[in-house]
C-alpha cells in the first residue's frame, strides 16, 4: 500500500514563501484525488486545496484561494502546495491525503473522503 510522506515545513516570516510536497512510498499513487488539508485546534481538519490526480483539475478553499498553488507530478507521485503571501494564521500542520475511488460530487473537501493520509508537517508563519 502506499505511504504519503510530506516534507517541506518549517519556519517562515509573514510575506513569504513556502513548497510543501508529498511522495507516495512503496507504491505510486494511483488514486483519484490528492489534497491538502491542515488542522485548525477548533475546527479540526481543514480542507485547504485539491487536485484530480488524472486530470489535473483544482479546488481551493476560500482562505488561500489566489496564494497557494496545488499540483502535482504523475511520474514523480509527488504532490506540492506552492504557499506565496504567508500570513500567521496559515500557520498549522499540514496534511497530504489520497482518495483512491472517483467521487459522484467532484473534487471532494471533506476529510473523511480521503482514505491515505501522511504524517503532517509543521509550517510556522511569524510575523
Known amino acids: 500500500q502506499a505511504q504519503l510522506i510530506e516534507s517541506g515545513g518549517g519556519s517562515v516570516q509573514a510575506g513569504n514563501s513556502q513548497r510543501l510536497s508529498c511522495t507516495s512510498s512503496g507504491r505510486p499513487f494511483s488514486g483519484a484525488y490528492m489534497a491538502w488539508f491542515r488542522q485548525d485546534p477548533m475546527k479540526g481538519r481543514v480542507f485547504v486545496a485539491a487536485?484530480?490526480?488524472?486530470?489535473?483539475?483544482?479546488y481551493y478553499g476560500d482562505a488561500v484561494k489566489g496564494r497557494f498553488t496545488i499540483s502535482r507530478d504523475n511520474a514523480k507521485s509527488a504532490l506540492y502546495l506552492d504557499m506565496t503571501s504567508l500570513r500567521p494564521e496559515d500557520t498549522a500542520t499540514y496534511y497530504c491525503?489520497?482518495?483512491?475511488?472517483?467521487?459522484?460530487?467532484?473534487?471532494?473537501?471533506?476529510?473523511?473522503?480521503?482514505?491515505?493520509w501522511g504524517q503532517g508537517t509543521q509550517v510556522t508563519v511569524s510575523s
Open positions: 487536485i484530480n490526480w488524472n486530470y489535473g483539475t483544482t
Open positions: 491525503a489520497g482518495r483512491s475511488t472517483e467521487h459522484e460530487y467532484g473534487i471532494p473537501v471533506a476529510a473523511v473522503s480521503y482514505d491515505l
